[in-house]
């Protein structure tokens, strides 16, 4: 339930509301509006008896939010939520972002040069995995800690914003430490008690969506990172399980449009992990920026046949430039285009 204030509501009138909201045994979070004050109530599981409110003093109108996650919900939040970054940035609205690095951060060289690499095409966001969540316990695990202060060298060197996965309670301590965006990978969509503590992070988390969760499971997960506070949240479509065999996963691109009409988050594709096939991410960026992404991200490795993860859905440098070119041009006919780096040739 949303309630939602006139404008010239007093701020009496939005604490007997709260006060209301409270006695009946929910949480009311106050939302200031450009025009007016809205009070919105979590805590509830079912229906909300909207009764009480509706007669209050200054009270314009009260609106039942139907689904059941709220905050991530558009019926909540009209307008897209927009994540500002250090580097000028801006993930969600009217512009495409791409984030893109290693699967994992190997060493010195191969982060810095990829980093280079991506900056130079326009990227203006660096991944990297410091803690690899695998599925194999005898794969590459990352560098740990080493990692994340590689990542920050990269940052400092090419104003690329970082991002970078935390796999558990710990790591999150320090990825919220080094990076600019908490990565919560697929396998950790619904650990939920890593969720809380991404809520209570002060950096963006971007949520992956699980293996084979639905929209509705992923949206609640996220709900639970806003529930504790942080409305800086970006999903991310990574591709889902399916009966086919010839590529990693399925990208759901159907996702993309839904998430954006359910939700006032951004969400970005990940066709790097959703195909598994270098050959094939190209075009599936292609595909989700036309469906209405606000961004994405890629795999690129300076020589991917010596990548200790992913290699096999791993971009060569030129490849990623000739993919930042078309997305140059398809985001444009979005109406939301690409930001590019100060550091890319020809912008
Ligand atoms: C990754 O981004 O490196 C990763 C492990 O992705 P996912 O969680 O989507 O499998
Ligand atoms: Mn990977």
Redesign the pocket.
Known sequence: MLVVMQQDATSEDIRRVVKVIEDMGYQARPIPGEQRMAIGVVGNDGPVDSARAEGLPGVQEVISVSSPYKLVSREWKKDDTLIPLFNGTVIGGNRTVVMAGP?GVEDEAQLLETAEAVALAGATILRG?AFK?RTSPYSYQGMGIEGLKLLAKARDRYQLAIIT?AIDLESLDAVEEYADII?I???NMQNFSLLRRAGRAKKPVML?RGLSATLKEWLLAAEYILAEGNEQVIMCE?GVRSFETYTRNMVDINAIPVIKQLSHLPIIA?PS?GTGRRELVAPIARAAVAAGADGIMVEVHRDPTTAKSDGPQSLYPEQFRAMMADLHRISDVMGKPLTASLNARGH
């Open positions: 699967c995995g969540p996965e990565q990978g697929a396998r992956k990574r990940d992990h």
